[in-house]
DNA sequence: CAATTTAAGACAACCGGTCGTATTATAATT
DNA sequence: AATTATAATACGACCGGTTGTCTTAAATTG
């Protein structure tokens, strides 16, 4: 077996546990989930984790940046795809979001919401990686609506940067109530509300 | 020894475990918390728990209450006092909430925040505890978004009751953001752009 | 004294992390 | 090219400690 082979292959293993580590801290929190419950669910060895990670908190940070990476890309995907309207590409963005946060019956939510709120404070670590991950969110999401600004679909007043900023608080703010009160309204609210409203010109 | 003044010292008791209980999850979260460390700070033996609360579950349950209360209380204060400005009295209100956060070097943020990310969607009994404490919280908020607007001072097109879902939302998200970038300037710019813009009429 | 409340301790399950060792791959040396 | 030395990875048992909960007995009550 050559290296590349072998390499690919402790990849496939480390990307096998990030993609569990996604899903299970999503459903059950940082201090909610078990390294064994992980392990177990690939089919991995308790004492093999070290070898792909340096501890729990650096594999927490690796989960969110292998959570956040789908969302940059599909995101992206929309601005390109439709660059005669940018601010249709978030739009309809949002609303792949709303659907797949509906067809989850409002379970989970965002992780970066959730770890933010959990562990933000307490893992250093951690900290950094959401700040990070965060941060690529909002810089895509402030490209794209300074694309839209040179459109004339949104007001120049204010800056692609200060929006970005608020339509990501509000976002996170109303997956939450989401969550608990299991209705797609506060996320469609959110949209509405600034996307469809307070951000145009 | 009277069984009121009995009583008493039991609900003294429960009053010391929740007050403790509000300052762990805010700090750790649900699941980073265990209960002994709770009982250990408040002097209680670990056997007696079960004497005040049903479960753990239930025992969250009643801290987010326990922990709404003097929020409500702060905000009703705030409205009351003064009538004759109700938009100013609520601004004066997230002031004090901010510098609070600032006080605590923004560490904690909202126990209701966290714990609708951590447990909202696992825990059926404290995700009901949730959704009354957020209610309460956004039906007081409504009146004085209503009062508001009856002063002339918020807009009229829309509802008091969407302006304080809103209002709730990007606050929650805000917090979250300020609480790993250690600023306020996202709970800042909340506040600004939508009572010190958005909303006013 | 009977009834009820409080508390001590036991309980199994689980936590994150470490250990020595066995297996394998890479590098170095003949 | 064959063999040896070196390193990296895989693995399961095991560490001390903690989890939430329950049983049972002591203390306190009316």
Known sequence: MRKSTKTTKKDFNKDNILNQGVAMLMKQGYHGTGL?????????????????FEDKEHFGAEV??????????????????SDTDALGAIQRYFDELIEELERNNFKGGCLLGNLMGEIGDTSDICQA???TAVNRYRDLLQSGLKKAQDQGAVRKDKTAGSMADLLINTWQGALL??????????????????LGNYFKS
């Open 36 to 52: 064994q419950k992980v392990l177990d669910a690939v089919n991995i060895p308790k004492g093999s984790f070290y070898n792909y």
């Open 64 to 81: 969110i940046q292998y959570y956040i990476d789908p969302f940059l890309k599909q995101l992206a995907a929309h601005l390109n795809n």
């Open 129 to 131: 990686s959401l700040q």
């Open 177 to 194: 109530r989401a969550k608990i009160e299991k209705t797609s309204a506060p996320v469609l609210q959110c949209c509405q509300e600034l």
